[in-house]
């Protein structure tokens, strides 16, 4: 076996991310803290006596706070979906991976997660000489609490996650069931595996995004980059650069890369490398930003269509939102008779409405049909529908046994008494004999 074929089943070496402190490091645990309570305390927010926050996929309801959303309404998911993927070439395109550096799931919990490791082995040298050790008590006893911490994280974790999708007081109170049992048991351990045990992996071999991102760098994309003219050649005393060698940015990286090689795709744009060189250049007297974020134009062509086109996108969907009437209607003709004859010589013809009420109070809504003259609803024309539901309402419609047989264009309208402005128009067609 040659050197090349042996490189591919070289053992992957382990990471100890040292811990750093500094003003990007900051801002990744303020994100952390956001982003977490924002997950964790989202699930327990109510609104009109009923979780805020529930996408009840069983009952094909989603609630957003005042909001209720139908299958339907499956367009404002589309529109979410473009208004993210807008953001992320938008921020890509100004300052790279700050995604991946700051906000994304597993940048954050792995972050989390080697918190506990520090609470509880210590930090990067003390765990490394833990490893090196035989199984001795503190070790088993120290691993032992670890991994303890990071299984109930993750099963907390998988139960939040499910509590978006069954009410989350309902899933504590009672046993879960069959499948809320298998998917906070899945979403557990996928937490525990990629935020424990996989890591830097995921970044560099699962994540899509570290492959394409070069497609949305330009000359002006604000990256991380050492100051070789400054910093070479390493080293301390006379005729040195800046650049003492200690390693620090290697160490602190969660990568485990050397950005003094330049950009690579493994680099997740987290910027401890920055704030571990800034303290390393303040003990030694230099000045900082000897790897600093490059300099670039962030005001350019694409960086200001990409904002036109998100801002226009995310305008749309408020306008439409605002302006979303709370009523939708479905016309449904009665299959088991086309047309009949009934009293008095009039034709008639049989519908289903399937009225929703998208709205948090009960609603009365009288119904209309207009389109042909003298065309009426015989009998009662006003359906009562509870709040947030749908109900199947059958209508009979008649007319003067006048046109000529054939089938003609009528309207229905929906409207909801006592609220102005809720109105719904839907066409069908009447069919004379």
């Known amino acids: 076996m040659n050197l090349a074929e042996q490189s591919l089943f070289e053992v992957q070496r382990k990471i100890y991310p040292r811990a750093v402190h500094g003003w990007y490091a ?19 927010l109510t609104w009109n006596e009923r979780q805020a926050l529930l996408f009840d996929v069983a009952h094909r309801k989603f609630y957003l706070f005042g909001l209720v959303f139908w299958p339907q309404d499956i367009i404002y998911l589309a529109v979410l ?13 100004v300052a790279g991976r700050l995604w991946c550096g700051y ?8 972050e989390i997660f080697l918190w506990l490791e520090r609470v509880v082995e210590g930090d990067r040298n003390a765990r490394m000489r833990l490893d090196k050790q035989g199984f001795t008590g503190e070790k088993i006893l120290r691993k032992t609490a670890k991994h303890g911490l990071w299984i109930a994280l993750s099963l907390w974790t998988g139960l939040t996650f499910v509590g978006y999708f069954t009410p989350i007081r309902e899933l504590l109170s009672s046993p879960p069931g069959a499948w809320e049992a298998f998917w906070v048991l899945f979403y557990g351990f996928a937490t525990y595996g990629n935020a424990g045990w ?13 492959r394409f991102q070069s497609a949305m760098f330009d000359k002006d994309t604000l990256i991380i980059t050492y100051d070789e003219k400054r910093g070479e050649p390493r080293g301390k005393g006379e005729g040195k650069g800046d650049c003492v060698d200690c390693g620090i940015c290697v160490q602190v990286c969660p990568t485990g890369i050397d950005i003094r090689k330049g950009l690579q795709y493994e680099c997740i744009g987290c910027a401890a490398c920055i704030d571990g060189c800034d303290q390393v250049m303040d003990k030694v007297g230099r000045p ?7 300099k670039g134009r962030v005001l350019r062509p694409r960086v200001l269509v990409y904002s036109a086109i998100l801002g226009a996108v995310a305008i749309a969907a408020g306008v439409s939102l605002y302006l979303r ?10 299959r088991a008779a086309i047309a009949r004859e009934v009293e008095g010589g009039l034709i008639e013809n049989v519908y289903r409405l399937q009225i929703m009420n998208t709205t948090e109070q009960a609603r009365a809504f009288e119904i209309e049909v207009s389109g042909l003259p003298g065309i009426h609803v015989w009998g009662e024309n006003v359906a009562g529908v509870p709040a947030a539901t749908s109900r199947m309402v059958p209508i009979r419609v008649r007319i003067d046994a006048g046109p000529a047989p054939a089938s003609y264009p009528v309207e229905f309208t929906v409207r909801a008494l006592g609220v102005e402005g809720v109105t719904v128009r839907e066409t069908a067609a009447f069919i004379v004999r």
Do not use: H, N
């Open 325 to 334: 009437t709370p009523l939708k209607v479905d016309v449904i003709r009665d």
């Open 288 to 294: 900082r930003a000897l790897i600093r974020y490059s």
């Open 198 to 210: 996989m890591r830097e992996q995921v970044c560099k071999y699962m994540c899509p995004y570290a």
């Open 81 to 93: 979906l473009i208004v993210c993927a807008l953001s992320l070439f938008l921020f890509t395109a």
């Open 103 to 110: 906000a994304c799931p597993q940048t954050v919990y792995t």
């Open 26 to 44: 900051a801002w990744r645990w303020a994100l952390v803290w956001a982003t977490q309570l924002v997950f964790y305390g989202g699930a327990w």
